[in-house]
C-alpha cells in the first residue's frame, strides 16, 4: 500500500503561486503514475496534472502554462508548481498514485487564491 502526503497548501493572492509536494512512501519509480487531482465545493474531483513513470506529464486544459508537475527520486516526492494562480483554482488539492490497478490518495491540502 502507498501512503501519500501532501504539504504546500494555503492562502495566496490571485496572480500568486505555490508548490505542493506529495512524499511517498515507497520508490516513485516503482508507481506507474501520480498526479494530482483537485475538488472545489459542490463539484467532482478533476484531474490538474499526472506524470507516468516514464516521466510523460500531461495537464488539465484549464491550468497549462500555468502548472508543472515535477518528481525528485531522492526523496521521494512529487511536486505540483502553480503560477498565475485564478480565484477558479480554489479547491482541496488531493495527491494520487495508481499502480497496478489500485489507486491511492493523499488526505488532501487547501488552497485559497483570493481576488
Known amino acids: 500500500q502507498v501512503q501519500l502526503v501532501e504539504s504546500g497548501g494555503g492562502l495566496v493572492q490571485a496572480g500568486g503561486s505555490l508548490r505542493l509536494s506529495c512524499a511517498a512512501s515507497?520508490?516513485?519509480?516503482?508507481?506507474?503514475?501520480m498526479g494530482w487531482y483537485r475538488q472545489a465545493p459542490g463539484n467532482q474531483r478533476e484531474l490538474v496534472a499526472r506524470?507516468?513513470?516514464?516521466?510523460?506529464?500531461s495537464y488539465a486544459e484549464s491550468v497549462k502554462g500555468r502548472f508543472t508537475i515535477s518528481r525528485d527520486s531522492a526523496k521521494n516526492t512529487v511536486y505540483l508548481r502553480m503560477n498565475s494562480l485564478k480565484p477558479e483554482d480554489t479547491a482541496v488539492y488531493y495527491c494520487?498514485?495508481?499502480?497496478?490497478?489500485?489507486?491511492?490518495w493523499g488526505q488532501g491540502t487547501q488552497v485559497t487564491v483570493s481576488s
Open positions: 515507497e520508490s516513485i519509480f516503482s508507481i506507474n503514475f
Open positions: 506524470i507516468a513513470r516514464g516521466g510523460t506529464t
Open positions: 494520487n498514485a495508481n499502480h497496478f490497478g489500485a489507486t491511492y
